[in-house]
């Protein structure tokens, strides 16, 4: 029997349908994702990147994305827009990996700065977008082997830790990076000494070396640049290795702080051969020709007692073509095990063709490389070389490699050193980038606002 449904009801029933399908009609033209589709979300792991033009293997960045009631894997990422196209454009974005997660990187056009707009698209047209704020830094001398790493500008010493990883000091802090010395990035680790050593300011550390399981470490032992005493920066400490590669972990053991001191003193106490009371003075600068700065630290051939010390400043004689200069402390495990006063053996002077020691470092079997470097303060461009030597005192050391200096940042430390006796032996090096216009607009890498901008380049030379 059909139902009967009393005709104001009826009237009732009909326009409420009416009103249904007026809607669904008017849904049709909402916007994207208004109806039945929620709106995708996309998250960078650092709103903040670096890149080189000419780079290979380039910082990137983690992008998160997700909608709800989608599965991840159909969402899409695209950079839809570029601020400044002749630094980098849309299509130099490059977004690879499927699922909730993605990586982007991007190719530099040119020099300087661009936001780059990132989508995603989800479900029923519903999308999302958000900013990566990228930085390009010139092109160098092979840009395709170079590698950048990020979070700190300044690295002043670097040791390696096996499997290709290398830890890394920071002159302009007290924290020690651990690296994938074959990519460019962000440290893998971090080890703020501060407390450890009981620092309050910057201990300038300049030189490194590694012996078994301890690496030592050491400041500058000079003044500030302004030729002001900061007692921090007479200090030389150990860390203890465990592990190696990208489980490497670092624990603080030891320190001592009264070498600059006992060097004066020494050095006074043979006839002031070397000015190290002059060059220590309140208001002398540290990387003066006369000056006072430690930036090398190696072990004697077949040692693991006696240290090299080698210096930035002075030169011997303090004029152009002076001699680079090395202090021998014959006691130097003891003097960081246990606060023994430190014996200076016989001082040895190389002639480095007017350069200063920067750095140096032995293999297993002995073989030296120094890298020799101006004394002065401003030395992005002045001259740079790797000299090969054997560690003892009266044989000449010999210049294997003048290093590139047209690019930014001054070379400053040795990875580790291949053997010089094969042919094809390639060596490390990264440079210190603390005083570089990276990006064109005049601001010195040190004193960007983000650690992610912040980098030092490494590459590589043959030498063998």
Do not use: C
């Not at 990187?105 to 479900?123: E, F, Q």
């Not at 990387?287 to 240290?307: M, Y």
């Amino acid at each position: 029997m059909p139902l009967h449904i009393p005709r104001s009801r009826r009237a009732a029933v009909t326009a409420a349908a009416g009103g249904l399908l007026t809607l669904a009609a008017l849904g049709s033209n909402f916007p994207a994702g208004a109806a039945g589709s929620a709106t995708p979300t996309i998250k960078l792991s650092a709103a903040y990147l670096s890149g080189a033009v000419g780079a290979t293997g380039d910082p990137t960045v983690t992008v998160s994305v997700a909608q709800s009631g989608a599965d991840a894997s159909a969402l899409t990422v695209t950079a839809s827009a570029s601020s400044k196209t002749s630094v980098a454009q849309a299509g130099d974005v490059t977004v690879s990996g499927t699922g909730a997660t993605r990586t982007v990187s991007v190719a530099a056009r040119g020099r300087g700065y661009t936001d780059l707009t990132l989508k995603v698209a989800g479900s029923g047209g519903a999308s999302a977008t958000t900013t990566l704020h990228f930085a390009a830094s010139a092109a160098v001398q092979d840009s395709a082997g170079a590698r950048y790493f990020t979070g700190s500008s300044d690295a002043s010493a670097a040791v390696d830790v096996g499997g290709g990883y290398v830890v890394v000091a920071d002159d302009e802090s007290n924290v020690l990076r651990l690296y994938n010395g074959s990519v460019s990035g962000a440290p893998v680790k971090t080890w703020d000494m501060s407390s450890k050593v009981d620092a309050d300011k910057e201990i300038d550390i300049e030189g490194a070396t590694r012996v078994g399981n301890l690496i030592y470490w050491t400041g500058s032992l000079g003044n500030n640049k302004d030729g002001e005493y900061k007692a921090d920066r007479n200090t030389v400490f150990t860390t203890t290795v465990g592990g190696s590669g990208a489980s490497t972990t670092l624990t603080y053991a030891h320190a001592y702080k009264k070498l600059r001191d006992k060097l004066v003193d020494w050095d006074e106490g043979n006839g002031d051969r070397y000015g190290f009371a002059a060059g220590t003075e309140d208001g002398q600068a540290p990387k003066q020709i006369d000056g006072f700065n430690v930036e090398g630290l190696e072990f004697a051939p077949g040692s693991t007692t006696t240290a090299y010390l080698g210096f930035r400043a002075p030169l011997v004689p303090p004029k152009d073509g002076g001699k680079g200069l090395i202090v021998p402390v014959t006691n130097f495990d003891k003097v960081l095990a246990s606060g023994s006063a430190p014996v200076f053996g016989t001082p040895i002077e190389l002639d480095l063709g007017g350069l200063a020691v920067r750095d140096i470092r032995k293999n297993a079997a002995n073989q030296y490389l120094i890298l020799a470097g101006s004394w002065a303060a401003d030395d992005n461009s002045d001259p740079y070389a790797l000299y090969q030597w054997d560690g003892v005192a009266g044989h000449a050391p010999v210049k294997r490699l003048d290093l590139p200096a047209s690019d930014p940042g001054g070379w400053e430390s040795v990875v580790s050193v291949p053997d010089l006796a094969t042919s094809g032996g390639r060596v490390q090096l990264i440079t210190d980038d603390g005083s570089a216009d990276l990006y064109g607009d005049g601001t010195e890498a040190k004193d960007l606002d983000h650690d992610e901008w912040k980098k030092s380049r490494a590459a590589l030379f043959t030498v063998g």
